[in-house]
C-alpha cells in the first residue's frame, strides 16, 4: 500500500533544523503537544520540563598507554514522584547535558504508562567505547561510579544499560559501588549478570517488548503476522533482539543494519544467523546478502513495519515523506523529530512510540530490582509471562486512549502517562 505524501508546508522545522534537534527540545515539545489533551495544572506542565537535578562530573582516565584523559560524564534525574530515578548509561561521543535531560524525560513517562514504581533518569558518559580497550573501559566505569556515588542508591536512583554499555559495564558499576558502601549493594543497578543479581531475560527485553508491540499493533490494524515485512536499523541489544522475536513469531525481517550499513534480503533474512555488533562486531554490514543498501536507503525501504533501533533523530522532515513504511516503531529513544512525527500524522502512518515500544527494558529491570530486594531469583519462563502481562497492560491503557479521544499512539501514551505523574504528585501535595 503506498502512503501519501504531506501537504504541510507549515511543519515547523525552523526553530530546530532537524537531525541536531536535541532529546531536551523534541521532549518538550512533545509534552506541550500532549498537555493540550489532559487536565493538568499548567505549573505541573512547567515543572516536568525540568529536571529536578543534572549532576556533571569529570572521570579523569588512564588510558594503557599511560595518558591522561579527562571525560565528562552526566546523571540527568527528571523527576521521582512515582519512585527512585531510574534509566540507563550511555557511553557514546555526542553524550551531552541535554541529550541526558531529554532522555530522563522519557524515562519518566515511560515507566509511567508501564506503571512501575519509578521516576526518570538517563546518564553516560561523553567517549566513543570502541576506541577503549576492556581494562580502560573498567576503569572509566569504575571512576564513573565514585563520581556518581552520592546521587545514585537502590532506594535513590538505579542506572542500567543503555547504548554503548551492557551487563558487565553494570557488574563493574555495582562492585564500585558496593565496595564504597562497604556492603554488596546489587539494588544499586539493573542490567547486571544474572550470577550476580541480575534478572533473567533482561538483555532481550527491550527488543522482546519492540516486537510485542509490534505484534499487537498488527493485530489491531488486522494484518497478518504472516505476511508482514519489517526493517530494522541497528542491530545492537533493542533492533538485534526485535528483529530475532519477530522473526521467530512468523514476520518477514527483510533488512537490518549497523553503524556501517544496511543488508535487505526481500524473501527475509535468516536473523539467527545474522551476528549483532556484541556477539561479532562489523558481522551485520559484513554478512552475505543479496543487496546492500545504506541507512538511509533502509529508512525508505517499502516495508510494511520500520523499526529504528540505534541512535535519535534518524526520521525527520527531510525523510519522513519518503518513508513508505505502514508503520513505525521506535525501538530507540526518540528515533522521530517533532516536524516528522507531524508529517507521519498527516500522512496516517501510525508511529507507536518509544516510551510504549521500548518499555519492556526497564520493566524487567524492575523486576530485577524486586529480585535483588528480595534475593530471590525468578525464572526466564516467569520473566517472560510477567513482562507479556505488563506489556499487554500498557498496551490497553494507551489504545483506550487512542480510541477515546482519537489522537496518536504518542499522544495517547502521553496522556496515560501524565495523568498517573500528575495524580501522584496531587496525592502527595507537592505542587507542581
Ligand atoms: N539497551 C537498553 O536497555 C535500551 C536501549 N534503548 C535505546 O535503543 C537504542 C539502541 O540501544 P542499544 O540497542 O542498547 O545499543 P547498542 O549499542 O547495543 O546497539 C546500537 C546499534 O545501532 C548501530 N548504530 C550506532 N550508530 C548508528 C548510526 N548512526 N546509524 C545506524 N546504526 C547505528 C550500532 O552499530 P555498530 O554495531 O556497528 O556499532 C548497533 O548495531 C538507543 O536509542 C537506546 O537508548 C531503549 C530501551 C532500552
Ligand atoms: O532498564 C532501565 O532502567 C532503563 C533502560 C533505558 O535506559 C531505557 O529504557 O531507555
Redesign the pocket.
Known amino acids: 500500500m503506498s502512503k501519501p505524501k504531506s501537504t504541510a508546508e507549515d511543519v515547523d522545522t525552523t526553530e530546530n533544523e532537524e537531525a541536531t534537534e536535541s532529546a531536551l527540545t523534541t521532549a518538550r515539545r512533545q509534552l506541550n503537544r500532549a498537555a493540550t489533551h489532559v487536565d493538568v495544572d499548567d505549573g505541573v506542565v512547567e515543572r516536568l520540563k525540568h529536571p529536578t537535578k543534572v549532576q556533571r562530573v569529570s572521570v579523569p582516565l588512564k588510558r594503557d598507554d599511560g595518558e591522561l584523559e579527562v571525560l565528562t560524564g552526566f546523571r540527568a534525574q527528571h523527576d521521582d514522584v512515582r519512585g527512585p530515578y531510574k534509566g ?1 548509561l ?1 557511553y557514546h561521543p555526542e553524550v551531552n547535558a541535554d541529550e541526558c535531560i531529554g ?1 530522563s524525560m522519557w524515562m519518566t513517562w515511560k515507566c509511567a504508562v508501564m506503571d512501575i514504581p519509578f521516576g526518570g533518569g538517563k546518564g553516560g558518559v561523553a567517549v566513543d567505547p ?1 576506541q577503549l580497550s576492556t581494562g580502560e573501559k573498567e576503569r572509566l566505569t569504575r571512576r564513573f561510579a565514585e563520581e556518581l556515588r552520592d546521587v545514585v542508591g537502590p532506594k535513590q536512583d538505579v542506572p ?7 551487563a558487565q559495564t553494570m557488574a563493574w558499576f555495582m562492585d564500585a559501588y558496593s565496595m564504597q558502601q562497604g556492603e554488596t549493594t546489587p539494588g544499586v543497578v539493573t ?1 547486571k549478570p544474572p550470577v550476580i543479581g541480575g534478572s533473567y531475560g ?2 532481550e ?3 522482546r517488548s519492540v516486537a510485542i508491540v509490534t505484534r499487537e499493533a498488527i493485530d489491531y490494524y488486522d494484518w497478518e503476522i504472516e505476511n508482514t515485512t519489517v526493517a530494522v ?8 533482539n526485535a528483529a530475532r522475536a519477530l522473526d521467530e513469531w512468523g514476520a518477514d525481517v527483510v533488512a537490518v ?4 550499513g544496511a543488508i535487505y534480503d526481500p524473501d527475509g533474512l535468516d536473523t539467527k544467523d545474522v551476528m ?3 556477539e561479532r ?2 558481522m ?2 559484513g554478512y552475505d546478502a543479496p543487496r546492500k543498501l545504506g ?1 538511509e536507503e533502509l529508512l525508505e525501504l517499502d516495508v510494511d513495519v520500520l523499526i529504528p ?4 533523530n ?1 526520521l525527520t522532515a527531510d525523510n519522513a515523506d519518503d518513508v513508505q513504511a505502514n508503520l513505525v516503531v521506535e ?5 522521530t523529530t517533532f516536524a516528522a512525527d507531524t508529517i507521519f500524522e498527516e500522512r496516517g502512518i501510525p508511529v507507536l512510540p ?1 516510551i510504549l515500544a ?5 520493566t524487567v ?1 524492575y523486576f530485577e530490582w524486586l529480585q535483588d530486594i528480595n534475593r530471590r531469583q525468578w525464572t526466564l519462563d516467569r520473566v517472560h509471562e510477567e513482562l507479556e502481562d505488563e506489556m499487554l497492560k500498557a498496551w490497553n491503557a494507551v489504545r483506550k486512549e487512542v480510541e477515546e479521544r482519537d489522537v496518536t499512539w504518542r499522544d495517547a501514551a502521553y496522556v496515560v502517562a501524565l495523568n498517573r505523574v500528575a495524580t501522584a504528585k496531587a496525592t502527595r501535595g507537592l505542587w507542581p
Not at 542500567?160 to 551492557?166: H, K, L, V
Not at 533501533?309 to 535519535?312: F, N, T
Not at 521500548?358 to 526497564?362: D, R
Open positions: 540507563g550511555r532522555l570502541k542500567a544499560p543503555d547504548m554503548g554499555t551492557d542490567g533482561r538483555e527485553a527491550p527488543g536499523q541497528g542491530y545492537g541489544s533493542v533492533g538485534a543494519s549497523d553503524v556501517d549483532g555488533h556484541d562486531p562489523g551485520v554490514s541507512n533501533a540505534a541512535v535519535g534518524v525501538g530507540a529513544n526518540g528515533p518509544d521500548n518499555a519492556g527494558g526497564v529491570s
